[in-house]
């Protein structure tokens, strides 16, 4: 079938929001497409080369961000914190891990949940479910839970505003490697994880002032002195992706993010997702849980990228901590037959969500870092390329998940429990995942 940008229109679609006046829809859509792009074209096509680096084994993407973004946490802080931690991580990956890192934040676009189901119930009360908040309120009232399309304007203008601030913490010096020392929480101040992150950062220190005192100013060197920051969110709502379509050269790019990802709900090949996606020149990704098989990835593969472009497909596996290697080792296989080159990344945080004693969603730290090491260890016996990380993570000191270094206990969630829908690595946690896959990368490297 012909693809067109409305073509999805065509086909089955679930987890989209029922808004009660669709003449406010269309007059939302049409005022995000009057507006300017978020992000641009050259832009999607770097990533693109440097995603078909990753496809080759010459780097590791590490992706990373808020579970749900939200209107009422929008602050500079907020968004600094992130990508002091992301550079935190990218930093001792590259150093440790000896592999160059490319960076991906589930930033600037990550405004819409997909849920398990249409209502809530509490106490009786049944609503429609919280669908983060480009859709409607947390709240739990009849008001705030309907869908209302101005949120998607709401969205795009914070998205605008949090892209401005990434370039230029990015770009503006915040993340030359003369600031490592910096990037030091205070989170981790005086802790285990604070101190071996001063270690290898004074390390790097050492080998700047060597180059500069045998003649090569760091000034010079543009890579030292900033780096690139790629977006990404869950191509979810799809009136907003196609609203934030623009054409170039013949070919269609979805200038909402850089990078967009398919969930595990909406990844059905006759379904309107895969139809919007196989579309746009953006990298795409697609998450793949337990019940996937060996079958359904070649089918995506098929579906989603036809013509085998490199860097054009990203497979993010969520199958849980438990007989994750099996699972994932017939998966690698399979694609490795196929002769494709794809960029495999683990996503070790939805697959191992549970309860705790106090009723709260939560994930165990030992469960994260069983899923990674079971992924790592089916790519080593395949003998494919572990190409990243995917992670719910905050630069906050929240305390969402047990387990750690701080060894966080089911009482100590109490303390800071402040996401928007599921728990999330804090600062610390997320720097021990890296040094974590950093040794993985290490040992797999020989």
Known sequence: MTWSPESWKNFPIK??????????????RAKLESMPPLVFEDEIVKLRKGLAEVAEGRGFLLQGGDCAESFSEFSEEHIQQMVQ??????????????????????MAGQFAKPRSADMEEIDGV????YRGDSVNGIEFTAEARVPDPQRLLDSYHQSAVTMNLLRALTRGGFASLRNVKEWN?????????????????????ESLDFIEACGLPIEAFASLQGTALYTSHEALLLDYEEAMLREHEGKWYDLSAH???IGERTRQLDHAHVEFLRGVENPIGVKVGPAATADDVSALMDKLDPDKEPGKLVFITRVGAEGAYEKLKSLFERVELSGRKVVWVCDPMHGNTVKASSGLKTRKFESVVSEIQAFFKAHKAVGTWPGGVHLEMTGRNVTECTGGAYALSDEDLLECYDTQCDPRLNAAQSLEVAFLVAEELKNLRG
């Open 15 to 28: 987890q989209q929001p029922t808004y009660p006046d669709q003449d406010v829809l269309g007059g939302v």
């Open 85 to 106: 931690v992301m550079l935190q991580m990218a930093v001792t990956l590259t150093y440790a891990g000896q592999c160059h890192v490319l960076k991906i934040g589930r």
């Open 126 to 129: 049944s609503l429609p479910s």
């Open 185 to 205: 929480l205070a989170a981790m101040a005086g802790g285990p994880l604070g101190e071996k992150y001063g270690e290898m950062a004074e390390r790097i220190h």
């Open 259 to 261: 990078f967009l990802w």
